[in-house]
């Protein structure tokens, strides 16, 4: 996202929303797991929150608590 030259506020602040994935990968078998945490009543995720998943395969629950840092991710998608 970018500003026209001379427009951007110098107390802007980039938002980036925090949301989790729909599924991830199973770190016992390498299946798909898949999101069983339904969204906050508002909508708004926020970091801190814990999400549950649930591997198709081996039925395995994942318990994982959203980043407080979007630099917190491994997957590079916000360097």
Not at 17 to 24: D, K, V
Not at 29 to 55: K, M, N, S
């Amino acid at each position: 996202m970018s500003a026209a030259a001379g427009t951007a506020s110098p107390y802007s602040v980039l938002w980036i929303a925090l949301e989790p994935e729909p599924t991830i990968v199973c770190v016992d078998c390498g299946g798909r797991c898949h999101l069983l945490t339904h969204p906050p009543e508002d909508g708004v995720w926020e970091p801190g929150d814990i999400v549950a998943y649930r591997c198709e395969d081996c039925l395995d629950r994942w318990d994982l608590v959203l980043p407080d840092d979007v630099d917190d991710r491994d997957d590079g998608r916000y360097d």
